[in-house]
């Protein structure tokens, strides 16, 4: 079982439309949570975080959280072009400093 | 501007020669990270230093070497015994204990070619 996944892509959704993006995890005293997006060919860069339950909005994104499931989340909303990207989700271990990543989505919002 | 720098951006190795890529940081960040990323692929771990002279493995150490001299800087090589090298390195650093929201930063990414 890999330690986070994320859900198989590619996701395409039109301009406007809310795009869902999910991730599950599977160590369960995990703390911390981060969603980065990487345009292509480029590094990635941290768009979200969160490490209580439940949701956390910032502008158009939000993050929900849901340890007891293991489950976290992002939501775009009013999604535009822009936003076509891959979004990895990350985990930071239960102790040290170390994240890892899932394998990422791959979001097109089409005009 | 406080960041992470990777040189060269572009690199391409040719089969048994080792190579070292370059990562700087200047945000006064402890601890250090290279990952690899291959097309379509999430990252994975090479090495991690939390602070001056130390060093781990991460989850695909071999054929790859670090150093941690200084603490701006975690250059990797990536040696003859590295197989399959073409890949994207991705090096980050953080500061453990500045919160449970404090996430990575990332440099710009060295992308190597084995020719």
């Known amino acids: 079982q890999k330690e986070v996944e994320q859900n198989s892509g590619p996701l395409s959704v039109p301009e406007g439309a809310i795009a869902s993006l999910n991730c599950t995890y599977s160590?369960?005293?995990?703390?911390?949570f981060f969603w980065y997006r990487q345009y292509s060919g480029k590094s990635p860069e941290l768009i979200m975080s969160i490490y209580s339950n439940g949701d956390k909005e910032d502008g158009r994104f939000t993050a929900q959280l849901n340890k007891a499931s293991q489950y976290v989340s992002l939501l775009i909303r009013d999604s535009q072009p822009s936003d076509s990207a891959t979004y990895l989700c990350a985990v930071r271990e239960t102790s040290g400093s170390r994240l890892t990543f899932g394998e990422g989505t791959q979001l097109t919002v089409n005009p | 501007d406080g960041g992470i720098t990777q040189s060269p951006k572009y690199l391409f190795r040719k089969e048994g020669q080792n190579v070292t890529l370059s990562c700087e940081q200047n945000?006064?960040?402890?601890?250090m990270y290279w990952y690899r990323q291959d097309p379509g692929q999430g990252l994975r771990l090479i090495y991690y230093?939390?602070?001056?002279?130390?060093?781990q493995k991460g989850d695909i150490a071999e054929g790859y070497s670090v150093s941690r001299e200084k603490k701006e800087s975690f250059p990797l090589t990536v040696t003859s015994a590295q197989k399959n090298p073409t890949a994207f390195y991705l090096c980050?650093?953080?500061?453990?204990?500045?919160?449970?929201?404090?996430?990575?930063?990332f440099g710009s990414g060295t992308r190597l070619t084995v020719v």
């Open positions: 980050a650093s953080t500061t453990p204990g500045q919160g449970l929201t404090y996430g990575y930063t």
């Open positions: 160590d369960r005293g995990s703390q911390s």
């Open positions: 230093s939390q602070i001056v002279n130390d060093f």
């Open positions: 945000l006064n960040h402890d601890a």
